[in-house]
């Protein structure tokens, strides 16, 4: 996770933040901006938030996988293995 953030740091950050300025106009949804409020002023609610956000994605993320390796299991047939 931390490569893909230096990643788009170093290719698609520097761009953007050019176009911004170049456009002068603000390009940031409601969203956004209420997570840059909330980074600026309330840093700890923001860090906690940030890890219990990225806890429950974990979590949801290995529920959802063990949930369809059931029904793999349960719904498609594994094949057989004949032995000569």
């Known amino acids: 996770m931390v490569g893909v953030a230096i ?3 170093t290719f698609f950050a520097a761009e953007n933040v050019s176009e911004i300025y170049k456009n002068s106009k603000p390009s940031l949804g409601p969203v956004s901006e209420f997570v840059r409020d909330l ?3 309330a840093p700890f609610l923001y860090g906690m938030a940030s890890i219990v956000l990225a806890l ?3 979590v949801g993320a290995a529920v959802l996988r063990k ?3 059931k029904l793999k299991d349960k719904y498609i047939p594994k094949p057989t293995i004949s032995t000569k």
Request: hydrophobic share 35%.
């Open 7 to 9: 990643a788009y740091d």
């Open 39 to 41: 980074s600026k002023n």
């Open 56 to 58: 429950g994605l974990g």
């Open 67 to 69: 949930v369809l390796s």
